[in-house]
């Protein structure tokens, strides 16, 4: 452009110019026609800055997702590990997080009156060959005489059923009452079928009245994952090798959870029940079981509902975890030292 042009564009006011520009499309319609089409002829990439400024921010973008995708790099080797290990650990304690619906009295169903169309209709085919097609009276009075013994037969089929409904729930409810009352032919199988499917295998010493006698066999040390999972200083997850106080640590709890869960589920299908004495074994490789704790507990007395409860009890009620050491390592009792029941509950089948 014209210097002279340049300096008297600068020193003229915008809303000056922009006045000019529309006289002038005015008063020069076919000039104003001319530079339009100069304009579409070269493009919209010459139209202006604020184009040519926009088009430099689309092709940017392009770079802000490589630094994004910089950033965010694929989980190393470290990371998968620690996330096997995590995964490990919280499923291995999902067992405390589990919860049991208490079982409630049997209700046997009342039955539903009995339809007396298909007694009908099975009285009609075998009666209507007796009655000539156009004997339309005789015809009436059959279909009358076959409805009133479809719902007499009806009427009977609702009887037996509701008799059998009766039965039913009279022997019910005597199950009901026995199981209440902690009778040992009831009880013991109840707690045996409750039980099968746990994970830790429990065997049931004894049950009647409001007590019961358990025995847990419960999964070793060597269940835990090799090495802790972790976060590092900078924020990354990796793993690391337990110390022996930590893997003491992890396995208390691990074996509070399955103690958690066997108290739980035999309060939820006993409701009799009000104390259980319960005694945990474990077996270690190319060893006999041996005993690591024997604890009571009662209903009325403890937070059944808080997860972290069956390490309460190993911790603080009397025959407990036995710990030794500066790493509080978890240890069986003494073959010498255990009584005739104890001795029972180890020799019996898992």
């Not at 009977?156 to 019910?172: D, K, N, P, T, V």
């Not at 019961?212 to 990354?236: N, Y």
Request: hydrophobic content about 40%.
């Amino acid at each position: 452009m014209h210097p002279v042009r340049t300096a008297r564009r600068a020193v003229t006011p915008k809303v000056v110019r922009k006045a000019s520009r529309a006289v002038y499309t005015v008063t020069n319609p076919l000039g104003a026609a001319e530079n339009a089409l100069i304009g579409a002829a070269l493009g919209p990439s010459n139209r202006g800055r604020g184009k040519r400024t926009e088009s430099r921010r689309t092709a940017a973008q392009p770079n802000r997702g490589t630094r994004q995708q910089v950033a965010n790099p694929q989980p190393t080797a470290r990371a998968i590990e620690a996330s096997l290990a995590e995964s490990r650990l919280s499923e291995l304690m999902a067992v405390q997080r589990e919860r049991f619906t208490p079982v409630e009295r049997p209700i046997i169903a009342a039955p539903e009156p009995v339809d007396p169309r298909p007694f009908e209709l099975d009285e009609w085919k075998r009666r209507r060959s007796t009655v000539s097609f156009w004997q339309l009276g005789l015809r009436r009075q059959l279909r009358a005489e076959c409805a009133a013994t479809g719902r007499i037969h009806a009427a009977r089929a609702y009887e037996e059923f509701q008799e059998q409904q009766r039965i039913l729930q009279s022997r019910s409810d005597a199950w009901w009452h026995s199981l209440l009352a902690g009778d040992p032919t009831v009880l013991q199988p109840v707690l045996t079928a409750a039980f099968a499917d746990n994970a830790a295998p429990v065997s049931v010493l004894d049950a009647r009245g409001d007590t019961a006698v358990l025995a847990v066999l419960l999964p070793g040390v060597d269940v835990l994952p090799d090495k802790k999972p972790h976060v590092t200083p900078t924020g990354k997850p990796s793993v690391r090798k337990w110390t022996k106080s930590e893997l003491n640590e992890a396995y208390a709890d691990l074996l509070g959870a399955h103690t958690l869960a066997t108290v739980r589920e035999a309060w939820a299908v006993a409701p009799g029940l009000a104390k259980i004495r319960i005694m945990g074994m474990c077996r270690t490789p190319g060893m006999a079981k041996g005993l690591l704790f024997d604890v009571s507990v009662t209903r009325n007395c403890g937070n059944w509902l808080d997860d972290r409860w069956g390490r309460v009890v190993l911790d603080a009620t009397p025959g407990g975890l036995t710990r030794v050491g500066r790493a509080c390592e978890i240890t069986s009792w003494p073959a010498d030292r255990l009584t005739s029941d104890q001795l029972r509950a180890l020799a019996a089948p898992a």
